[in-house]
């Protein structure tokens, strides 16, 4: 017996945040301040961010019909519908067909259809409850570089930013284990992603533990590496980790790396440990499921040292 899939069946999968190193900033309302250049920096996701959870969660079951655009004036007018599963919502992205540039002349932009475009797709998704959450978050005032016109921060700065605001939100970005097909076999569920408390302490294993973590990348078909093929790699990281200045101590208050640093009580050298152990050079390198392990490493080692404290009180 089969069941039919229902939009209601995708709510849960829909609404959760996005990983915070797919999230970027626009910068709005540019002015100075003290001295400096800075704006109004809005979280966004890209387009495609949008489209691979779509896929994930169903794949050849969205799709977005053509609608035709408009002109108002100088403005492309662009609707733009989302079907998922059969139900279907639109909305509407505008750019200029021309814009002024800083000597008064004008020029045509090259950009208008796909940024009206994009800007729509999100709006409709929005719709769903895909990325809705990015409407809610707090608005940064951030440094600006008028010469590139970007934020000037940079991408560790960006994703420790946008774990802040996510924490201040009391969101909880995770990978989302996609809902079963009809007929399907159920799958083992995808372990939550980070999750920050701010209270317990813990360390790194020793460097013996340290030493034996290798993490070889192959296919299944494969022949599994030697023992010197796999220390290869570790050691490669460890060197160039050596050669690297002393580790940051403090990142920006209430952000994922500034609890790491926290737990092993800032010091730089138990931070290279963790750096070493994982093969990346700093902190801010480490991926999303590294994350995901050293929280939940620091979290089991914190209770191992509660135990121990407990016991010897007893």
Same mark, same amino acid.
């Given at each position: 017996m089969t069941t039919q899939r229902t939009l209601a069946s995708l709510?849960?999968?829909?609404?959760?945040?996005?990983?915070?190193?797919?999230?970027?900033?626009?910068?709005?309302? *540019?002015?100075q301040e003290n001295g400096k250049t800075v704006c109004l920096a809005l979280p966004y996701a890209n387009k495609r961010v949008y489209e691979d959870r779509l896929n994930e969660l169903a794949f050849g079951e969205w799709s977005t019909p053509y609608v035709p655009p408009f002109a108002q004036g100088n403005k492309l007018i662009l609707p733009v519908t989302v079907v998922i599963l059969g139900? =279907?919502? !639109?909305?509407? %992205?505008? #750019?200029?067909?021309? *814009?002024?540039?800083? %000597? %008064?002349? /004008?020029?045509?932009?090259?950009?208008?259809?796909?940024?009206?475009?994009?800007?729509?797709?999100?709006?409709?998704?929005?719709?769903?409850?895909?990325?809705?959450?990015?409407?809610?978050?707090?608005?940064? !005032?951030?440094?600006?570089?008028?010469?590139? &016109?970007? *934020?000037?921060? $940079?991408?560790? #700065? +960006?994703?420790?930013?946008?774990?802040?605001?996510?924490?201040?939100?009391?969101?909880? @970005?995770?990978?989302? =284990? /996609?809902? +079963? &097909?009809?007929? =399907? $076999?159920?799958?083992?569920?995808?372990?939550?992603?980070? $999750?920050?408390p701010l209270t317990t302490t813990a360390t790194p294993p020793p460097p013996q533990q340290q030493a034996k973590k290798t993490v070889p990348i192959q296919s299944a078909a494969t022949t599994p590496p030697s023992v010197a093929q796999q220390k290869a790699p570790a050691q490669s990281a460890a060197a160039k980790v050596s050669q690297t200045t002393p580790q940051p101590t403090t990142h920006p208050r209430g952000s994922f790396l500034d609890w790491v640093a926290a737990q092993v009580e800032?010091? @730089?050298? &138990?931070?290279?440990?963790?750096?070493?152990?994982?093969?990346?050079?700093?902190?801010?390198?480490?991926?999303?499921?590294?994350?995901?392990?050293?929280?939940?490493?620091?979290?089991?080692?914190?209770?191992? &040292?509660?135990?121990?404290?407990?016991?010897?009180?007893?």
């Open positions: 709510k849960d999968a829909l609404q959760q945040p996005f990983a915070p190193e797919t999230i970027g900033f626009l910068p709005k309302e *540019i002015h139900v =279907a919502h !639109t909305d509407y %992205g505008e #750019e200029y067909f021309t *814009i002024t540039g800083k %000597g %008064g002349n /004008t020029r045509e932009d090259d950009n208008t259809a796909t940024e009206a475009y994009s800007q729509a797709f999100r709006r409709a998704c929005a719709q769903f409850l895909l990325g809705r959450y990015l409407y809610d978050l707090r608005k940064l !005032t951030l440094p600006y570089d008028p010469k590139s &016109r970007q *934020i000037a921060v $940079s991408k560790a #700065e +960006q994703i420790a930013w946008v774990e802040k605001l996510y924490m201040e939100c009391g969101l909880k @970005p995770r990978s989302v =284990a /996609t809902p +079963q &097909r009809p007929g =399907a $076999s159920p799958s083992a569920p995808v372990a939550q992603n980070i $999750s920050v800032r010091d @730089p050298e &138990r931070i290279q440990g963790i750096c070493t152990y994982y093969q990346v050079q700093t902190l801010e390198k480490l991926s999303t499921l590294q994350r995901n392990q050293l929280t939940r490493r620091l979290r089991t080692q914190a209770s191992q &040292r509660r135990q121990k404290v407990n016991a010897s009180h007893l």
